[in-house]
């Protein structure tokens, strides 16, 4: 490890006011890097450069200066990180005086930069289990990368067992008490290990960061179960409380290693759709895996083989706009004339005059066919996505 002179620095600043008394840091030539005199940086410190070239303190009593170059009375002690030296602290002072300060002040120098090392290391296990996550979730075609396959081991990812994405992200805009802005800037590592504690993690789940949210890949023996879903809202409120945040969660389908890019899809695609009242949403709900697969056939070529069918039910909405509130409140109450009257306050004869109109301006009899009304569901679908927000 090599001490940086705004590190060193840091330090120093750090201490200086703590002991009272002027101290340096030296890089492994003996040269300060860091001192209460700024005048002094730069120059080299012979007692630190023996202290180096022997691995021991060396004290310089006030009439030995003269037989140190560059260097005061005092104490230099190396500083030493996995067995190696990486650099000398010094402590002005007669030596009989400051051995205890100096001794001290190696410490807390010694501790600064292990939490340093750990910071950076943390940082960079960060970034490539990140970069992990895009090659598991964002690929294209049904096989793992190989990129994926050699980091695996690196980051204690098993890359056998089917997995079901969930996603966490904050509902937030602004900032948690802790300054946190989003959860992909949380301290995970503590949350993790907590949660493989009690169990709501198992030991071949895993969890990674993605575009600002917290991606977790369950694995999972079999498809999405009540046990899974609560592990899922076990995660959430813990991300929540340790953040400070409002966290929001979605949970896709079960895939085989090659598919979890579909399983992500179908995460995003449900956490968009949590709220406040239901903070988790799962693709397996009804509800929600019918608006799925109703917007997974508007894709690709099924969007322009739809066109001529939404444009004819867009002209006529917009002819008579009592219309679309009419068909889309007997899509939701199952295609029942009563039920769909009652919803709207209408009495049945206006229900059925109005999906007259319906028809002879679409073609489509969704109180008659089933396979109209599926049209119709597909298509109102269609329209929602395709008219712009106000």
Excluded at 199 to 207: H, I, Y
């Amino acid at each position: 490890m090599q001490i940086s002179p705004e590190l060193a620095q840091r330090i120093v600043d750090i201490i200086i006011p703590v002991v009272h008394r002027n101290v340096n840091l030296m890089d492994l030539r003996g040269q300060i890097i860091a001192s209460g005199h700024p005048h002094r940086i730069g120059t080299v410190h012979m007692g630190a450069r023996i202290a180096i070239e022997h691995g021991e303190t060396i004290e310089i009593f006030p009439d030995e200066v003269a037989r140190y170059p560059g260097a005061l009375q005092g104490i230099n002690m190396p500083i030493v990180r996995d067995e190696r030296p990486v650099g000398v602290v010094g402590v002005f002072g007669d030596p009989p005086d400051v051995r205890a300060t100096a001794q001290l002040v190696k410490m807390i120098t010694e501790l600064v930069l292990e939490r340093e090392t750990l910071q950076r290391e943390s940082g960079a296990n960060r970034r490539m289990r990140e970069e992990f996550t895009q090659l598991l979730l964002l690929h294209e075609g049904g096989e793992l990368p190989a990129a994926a396959r050699r980091l695996a081991r690196s980051v204690g990812f098993d890359v056998e067992p089917h997995r079901i994405v969930a996603l966490f992200r904050t509902a937030d805009d602004g900032r948690a008490a802790g300054g946190v802005a989003s959860l992909a800037q949380a301290p995970l590592a503590e949350s993790e290990d907590h949660l493989r504690r009690s169990g709501t993690l198992q030991p071949r789940d895993f969890v990674g960061t993605l575009e600002g949210t917290v991606a977790v890949l369950f694995a999972a023996a079999g498809p999405p179960d009540a046990a899974l879903l609560a592990r899922a809202h076990a995660l959430r409120r813990d991300l929540a409380r340790r953040s400070g945040l409002v966290v929001r969660a979605g949970v896709g389908g079960r895939a085989a290693p090659g598919g979890f890019p579909a399983s992500f899809r179908q995460a995003r695609f449900a956490l968009a759709r949590a709220g406040k009242r239901l903070p988790v949403r799962a693709i397996f709900e009804e509800t929600l895996l019918a608006d799925y697969l109703r917007e997974r056939l508007m894709g690709g070529d099924g969007d322009s083989a739809a066109q001529p069918l939404v444009a004819r039910i867009e002209v006529a909405f917009a002819k008579r706009p009592a219309l679309r509130e009419t068909v889309a409140a007997l899509l939701a109450g199952n295609l029942d004339g009563s039920a769909t009257a009652a919803s709207l306050g209408i009495h049945r004869n206006t229900l059925a005059y109005r999906l007259r109109q319906f028809e002879d301006a679409t073609g489509l009899a969704p109180a008659r066919r089933f396979h109209d009304a599926v049209l119709a569901w597909i298509a109102l679908g269609a329209g929602q996505m395709t008219t712009p927000k106000p």
